[in-house]
């Protein structure tokens, strides 16, 4: 990502513009005095002048990992897979989410009202929890696989019953598709008189979806997020899904993942709600969220309690940032100020320059077409 300009090079080693000018040329490379030249050029070139090349120049999130500290080598631990729900308009993905949420037995434990922080983690009779993106649709799927990341482990795609495969079941398949994501197919309002599960069935197999039940290995979950009859079932699908998938993490090192929604809100400042991928954030640590740095101030859970600290799958709403970052912006616990000023500044500048090329703002159909 980094460049250096010809000129600048040519002081640094001590030799006339022209004379680099000239050894580029001879390699196929058409130059002048404020070329910018990358790192993969500088190394070819410089040879030639009894000069090494050396990468002295860091990428922030390269520094970040070179900056995590806490027990780096700790065993690993199964963490909660994160799912995303996603299908076309009015087939109930809200519904669904919140016939999940409320099959949450914590929830009942605690007798605590859920806080809608942009994602929820229900835990199952076996004690298991399950991370569930709250914001229904392609927009957070899309909006974190714009920045290279990827939220998701497994993805729910609604269909409703009655109705049948639509254009926005068809996106919602290529999505995950795209980011290698596992799917489970939710057959909702099974409920209503018309439901035809067996047609969803047929029309998602030509899609290369398959039911398990046809030979394929795709499973089919049949739902009703009205009724709330097979929800159960399908978090049960999902947590077996997720063992297959074997998604480790490491909670004794410092605490790294995503931003998952960001704003401003009165007399708090930035509000940020964080999915920990891997290690664990604690209050008081240095934080940089996207090129957003802070001190973590306060923790909250999506019940709505404070806690001193979150480990890896699970969301938790953050305060203490100084600006709010944006949704699908990568965060890291970073040891102490000075370092969070350096990996900030890094982002900055890597964002800068990115926003700068033409093609940094992708749409929708740019992402997948590009996969
Ligand atoms: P979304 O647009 O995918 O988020 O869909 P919603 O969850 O908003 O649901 C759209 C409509 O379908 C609402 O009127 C829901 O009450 C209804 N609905 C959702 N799930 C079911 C179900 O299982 N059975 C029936 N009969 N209606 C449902
Ligand atoms: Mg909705």
């Known amino acids: 990502n980094n460049t250096m300009k ?20 001879q390699n196929g490379v058409m130059a ?70 409320n099959a949450d037995v914590a929830a009942g434990e605690a007798g605590g009202i859920t806080q809608h922080i942009g994602a929820y983690s229900v835990k199952l009779e076996d004690g298991s929890l399950i991370t569930f993106l709250d914001t229904p649709g392609h927009e957070a799927f899309t909006a974190m696989r714009a920045r290279g990341a990827n939220a998701t482990d497994i993805a729910i795609i609604v269909v409703a019953a009655d109705d049948g495969m639509m254009p926005q079941t068809q996106e919602a398949v290529n999505h995950a598709k795209a980011a290698g994501v596992p799917m489970i ?43 709330k009859t097979g929800i159960k079932e399908l978090l049960e699908q999902v947590k077996l899904l997720a063992e297959v998938a074997e ?14 929604e960001a704003k401003m809100e009165k007399g708090k400042g930035p509000v940020a709600t964080l999915l920990v991928k891997d290690g664990t ?6 934080i940089v ?3 957003m740095k802070g001190r973590v101030r306060s923790l909250t859970n999506d019940k709505g ?25 990568k965060f890291d616990i970073v040891k102490d100020e000075a370092t969070a000023v350096e990996v900030s500044t890094l982002r900055k500048e890597q964002a800068e320059k990115s926003s700068a090329t033409p093609n940094a703002k992708m749409s929708l159909e740019d992402i997948f077409s590009k996969v």
């Open 6 to 25: 010809l000129s600048d090079l040519a002081m640094e080693m001590g030799v006339k513009a022209p004379q680099l000018v000239k050894v580029l040329m």
């Open 32 to 101: 002048n005095m404020n070329t910018d030249l990358d790192f993969d050029t500088i190394a070819l070139i410089v040879p030639e002048f009894k000069w090494e090349a050396e990468n002295v120049f860091k990428t922030a999130d390269a520094r970040a990992e070179e900056t995590a500290f806490g027990d780096l080598e700790a065993e690993s631990i199964i963490r909660p897979p994160v799912v995303t729900v996603m299908g076309h308009v009015d087939h109930g993905k809200t519904s669904l989410l919140d016939a999940i949420r």
């Open 185 to 227: 197919v939710a057959v909702n309002k099974m409920d209503k008189p018309g439901a035809n599960p067996d047609r969803i069935k047929q029309q998602l197999t030509e899609l290369q979806i398959v039911p398990e039940e046809w030979g394929g290995n795709t499973i089919f979950a049949e739902v009703s997020a009205l009724k």
């Open 247 to 260: 998604l480790k993490a490491n909670p004794k090192r410092s605490g790294t993942g995503l931003v998952i």
């Open 281 to 286: 954030v604690e209050v008081g640590q240095y």
């Open 289 to 291: 969220a996207g090129h």
């Open 305 to 329: 309690e404070r806690v001193q600290s979150v480990g890896p799958g699970l969301p938790v709403e953050v305060l203490g940032l100084e600006a709010v970052p944006a949704a699908g912006d």
